[in-house]
């Protein structure tokens, strides 16, 4: 198990989003919203956050898509499966 330390995933999560905000306007063509949370593993392990939104919108957000989850929304990216 890995403990990168703070410091570090702060660091690594703003070189991140210097390259996810330009690769997302390429991909859609205009500006959108992201949020990234980068952890590693280990028993005390640490969290970094980064967004180009308000912190306020993303609480939002975050809490609309928790609702969601818990509601049955089906997180697989090939959609929700037939029933059989």
Known sequence: MSNIGRRALEAA???????????LERMFGT??????LVFDFGAKGHMAYLSNSQREDMISLVKEWLALLEGGLSTDPAGPRAEG
């Open 13 to 23: 999560s703003r070189e991140i989003a210097a390259l996810i905000v330009p690769a």
């Open 31 to 36: 500006r959108v919203g992201f949020a990234l």
